[in-house]
């Protein structure tokens, strides 16, 4: 509540993405703000991972427009999302299994000294001071990210994101392979993110995570946004709901309405 | 558990370079006991000098291979740069500037196959393939076929003059391999080609140019191959446009055996240097027991085959390479 009266972060505005014949998104809306967790849930297929990949800057909308610090992108890439401010924890992780823990967690911003050496001891210390922070336990930072356990790997892929610096990071199915204790572990990360200010977007097909951590819900339902609702105000059998299309959007009045107005 | 798999792993990636050292030092033992001559400093010299030229062409081959990619190009490049810089020479031109040309020569079919390969996202293999046939056709071209002979002594000297009791040539090939050992292991150039090879959507994904650090990597290989031309080219006084027949696969054979991943990801610089000097210290051995060139040939491609089998078998137990379990 106290969010919605500060400006959003990012603003995607009319996004509209097909492949072929085949609609991936249409018209889509939708305001990300500072210090709030936004679940955008919705069926295989419904449109999550273009959404996101837009913001990420890996996929280009066919029309619309991105909004970032009063700026309007027709698409991003990748460097501009991350100069932006905008991280993403893919769900692959994007991480490079015979490269390290350092040289992962570092890609594509690595320390020099002299503009040109990589500073590898700055690089070490900066990384164990991220993931004593994330509370990750990685006895060697040497170690090829492809000999660490899935959780591990997670933690590699979010420090990641926390090095680039910026203020919007965007998990794509963050507990998905992973086990009880890992979980919740994630789960009480995002929400530590949250409330150091930044935006979290998390997608997940988990209803009993989504309940236990977003503030707002972004219901996708082939291609277009049937609502974005505050998570107190729904019960988790009514976002089923939305997300089949059981209940008819344009009759019960909850779907039709984007932004809950109060 | 995992600490057993990262200490096998850790082991694992000085390997080749345990196992290279051993068989180098067993092999001179052996023919040292085989020919007094051949622990002589002027045959050792020879050795060097005589695998300077593919130690120098392999370090630029290793970049590619680091990358997942391959460069058959090399041979052709080192034979186009050598004929540039005689047209050169001949045509008036100062011995420096030639040389200047000829290796800007080299490095622009590096950056034509780079650019293909990063930018339009066509097979390395392919394009260099057809790279070396143009290259080299270009070489015929400008000469008609015939070598040309004939330079300045401050030319030839970049092949066979003498610093102190050191050839050029190998000395270059020392500076450069430092280099190359610097650059691929401490600079963000080195960082994104071994990442190149890993996973290059996540190089991308992380915001870098991976594009140009491709192209970067295909010049980076066309000019070492025309430094490659020059040694050629001063060496034997003689610009051949079929110089350097069959070099890149002596530069590919050398750099497996050092043990860097076809599959890129993994490289060695110090394993290619090393691999470039256990066949020199071969050849040179074979030659001195007087063994004929045939069983020559036979004998390399069966140490090159050997050291595949092996570094595939090592490689199996890599991360990035599948077949590895997990915890949870």
């Known amino acids: 509540m106290v969010a919605k009266t500060s400006n959003p972060l990012v603003r995607v505005s009319h996004l509209n ?20 967790i936004l679940a955008i849930v919705g069926d295989n297929g419904a449109g999550k991972s273009t959404l ?5 800057g890996v996929v280009k909308p066919d029309s619309g427009y991105i909004k970032v610090r009063e700026q309007t992108y027709p698409y991003l890439s990748p460097t501009k999302a991350i100069h932006l401010g905008i991280s993403t924890v893919y769900q692959d992780l994007a991480l490079v299994d015979c490269r390290d823990v350092v040289s992962n967690i570092f890609l594509g911003r690595e320390l020099v000294y002299g503009g040109l050496m990589v500073d590898r001891r700055r690089m070490e210390k900066q990384a164990r001071q991220v993931l004593d922070k994330l509370q990750i336990n990685i006895p060697s930072l040497k170690t090829p990210v492809g000999l660490l356990s899935g959780g591990q790997r997670q933690g ?10 910026g203020n919007v990071i965007i998990f794509d199915e963050p507990t998905a392979a992973m086990g009880v204790q890992e979980s919740a572990k994630v789960i009480r990360l995002m929400q530590e993110l949250a409330r150091a200010g930044m935006a979290v977007v998390v997608i997940s097909h988990n209803l009993h995570h989504v309940f236990e951590i977003a503030e707002r819900i972004c219901v996708l339902r082939h291609g277009q946004i049937v609502a974005v609702c505050k998570a107190s105000d729904y019960q988790p059998n009514q976002i089923v709901e939305l997300i089949m299309g059981v209940t008819p959007i344009t009759t019960d009045g909850i779907g039709v309405q984007k932004d809950a107005a109060n | 558990m995992q600490q057993i798999k990262r200490w096998l792993w850790s082991w694992n990636e000085q390997f080749s370079q345990i196992l290279l050292g051993l068989i180098l030092i067993i092999m001179a033992v052996l023919l040292h006991h085989a020919s007094p001559f051949f622990m002589t400093w002027d045959n050792w010299r020879n050795i060097l000098d005589q695998s300077a030229l593919l130690v120098i062409v392999s370090l630029g081959m290793t970049f590619v291979i680091c990358t997942s990619g391959i460069d058959l190009s090399v041979g052709a490049i080192a034979a186009l740069s050598g004929v540039c810089m005689a047209l050169a020479m001949h045509a008036g031109l100062s011995v420096e500037l030639s040389i200047c040309l000829g290796l800007a020569a080299g490095a622009a079919v590096g950056v034509f196959n780079g650019l293909l390969i990063a930018k339009l996202n066509l097979s390395p293999f392919i394009v260099t393939l057809a790279a ?20 300045p002594v401050n030319f ?14 190998i000395l270059m090939a020392v500076l450069l391999g430092l280099l190359a050992a610097l650059v691929l292991n401490r600079t963000k150039l080195g960082y994104y080609t071994l990442a190149l090879g890993g996973n290059e959507e996540a190089l991308r994904r992380s915001g870098v140019a991976h594009k140009t650090y491709k192209t970067i990597v295909y010049t980076i290989s066309g000019l070492t191959a025309a430094v490659g031309g020059l040694v050629i080219t001063a060496r034997l006084n003689t610009a051949e446009p079929l110089a350097g027949w069959m070099l890149e696969l ?4 050398a750099v497996v055996l050092g043990g860097t991943d076809m599959k890129g990801g993994r490289g060695s610089i110090t394993g290619t240097i090393m691999a470039c000097l256990l066949l020199g210290m ?5 030659t001195i027991l007087n063994i004929p060139s045939y069983y020559q040939q036979l004998t390399i491609g069966l140490i090159i085959l050997a050291a595949i089998i092996i570094s595939e078998l090592r490689l199996r137990n890599a991360p990035g390479h599948g077949t590895i379990t997990k915890e949870d």
């Not at chain 1, 996101?52 to 990420?56: Q, T, V």
């Not at chain 1, 590699?156 to 610096?165: E, K, N, P």
């Not at chain 2, 030839?156 to 040539?169: E, F, K, R, V, Y």
């Open chain 1, 17 to 36: 993405k097909s492949y072929g014949n085949i609609t991936a998104l249409l018209d889509v809306s939708l305001d990300i703000y500072a210090g709030e």
């Open chain 2, 156 to 169: 030839t000297w970049w092949g066979s003059g003498h610093i102190g009791s050191l050839n050029p040539p």
């Open chain 2, 282 to 286: 071969l050849r040179n051995g074979l």
């Open chain 2, 250 to 253: 002596d530069a590919i054979a």
């Open chain 2, 132 to 151: 070396m046939s143009v290259t080299r056709g270009i070489a015929l071209i400008l000469t008609k076929g015939i070598p040309i002979y004939g330079f």
């Open chain 1, 52 to 56: 996101i990949k837009m913001l990420a």
């Open chain 1, 156 to 165: 590699v892929a979010v420090a990641r994101a926390i090095i680039q610096g």
